[in-house]
C-alpha cells in the first residue's frame, strides 16, 4: 500500500485557542447586541459571512481597544508544543478558520507561533470601523465565509489519495471540513453534529489528547 502524508488542519477559536476568542471580541464591543446575531447563525438562518458583516457593523473601536483586549486570551492547553512535535516530525500544520485575521494574527504573534500558516477572513480597522474582506473562493458553499471544506479541498485536490487528512475542531462552523478529513477530533457543538450525524470523530478535550493519539497511532514518536 501506499504510503500516506499527513496533514492536520486546525480550527482556531475555541479550538487552538481556549475559548472563542471571534465570539466574544464582538460581544465584548457590540455590548451582547450580537448575541441574537449568533443564534441565528446557529440555526442555519444565515450565512457566516453575513453574521460577520453585520457584527463588524455594530462595534466601534481602535485596533490598540482590540489588541489590549486580547491580552486575556490563551492557547488552548497543549496547542504550542503540539504543533512544536509535529513540526520536528515533518508534518504540515494549517490553521483554517471562519474569523477574521485580526485577532488571529495577533494571538498567535503573542505566543511566538507567527510562522503557523492560516487561512481565514479578513478585518481592517479604520476610525473606529472595522471593515471586512472575504479574499477566499467557497466551491460553491453558500454557509461560511472562509469555508475549511474549500480550504481542505484546495491543498489535497491534485492528489487526494496521496493524503491523510487529520482536521481538528469545536463548532458548527467545521462542519464543512468533515467529507474532507479522513480523521477527526471533535469536541462541544462540532461534537454533538457529528453525534447526531453518525460521523465517526474522536472527542477530545485538549491537545495533549490529540497528542498522545497520534502517538498511540504510530504518526509521531519518540
Ligand atoms: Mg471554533
Request: glycine content about 8%; charged content about 25%; proline content about 2%.
Amino acid at each position: 500500500m501506499e504510503k500516506h502524508r499527513t496533514i492536520i488542519f486546525s480550527d482556531f477559536d475555541g479550538t487552538f485557542t481556549k475559548k472563542d476568542i471571534g465570539y466574544r471580541l464582538f460581544r465584548h464591543f457590540s455590548q451582547g447586541r450580537n448575541i441574537p446575531l449568533v443564534e441565528q447563525w446557529k440555526k442555519g438562518l444565515i450565512s457566516s459571512r453575513d453574521c460577520l458583516l453585520e457584527e463588524a457593523a455594530m462595534i466601534s473601536a481602535t485596533l490598540e481597544e482590540i489588541h489590549l483586549f486580547l491580552e486575556t486570551f490563551n492557547l488552548s492547553p497543549g496547542a504550542a508544543d503540539f504543533y512544536k512535535t509535529i513540526k520536528r516530525h515533518n508534518i504540515p500544520f494549517y490553521i483554517v478558520s471562519d474569523g477574521l485575521d485580526i485577532y488571529l494574527e495577533h494571538v498567535l504573534r503573542k505566543h511566538g507561533l507567527d510562522e503557523i500558516e492560516f487561512f481565514c477572513n479578513r478585518g481592517t480597522v479604520k476610525d473606529r470601523q472595522l471593515k471586512l474582506n472575504f479574499p477566499y473562493d467557497n466551491d460553491g458553499c453558500m454557509r461560511c465565509g472562509c469555508c475549511k471544506g474549500a480550504r481542505i479541498n484546495d491543498f489535497v485536490k491534485s492528489d487526494r489519495s496521496a493524503w491523510e487528512v487529520i482536521f481538528i475542531g469545536d463548532g458548527l462552523s467545521d462542519i464543512c471540513a468533515v467529507p474532507h478529513a479522513d480523521i477527526l477530533f471533535a469536541r462541544g457543538d462540532f461534537l454533538d453534529y457529528c453525534r447526531a450525524k453518525n460521523v465517526m470523530a474522536i472527542e477530545y478535550e485538549n491537545f495533549f489528547d490529540i497528542f498522545r493519539y497520534l502517538e498511540g497511532s504510530g504518526h509521531i514518536s519518540g
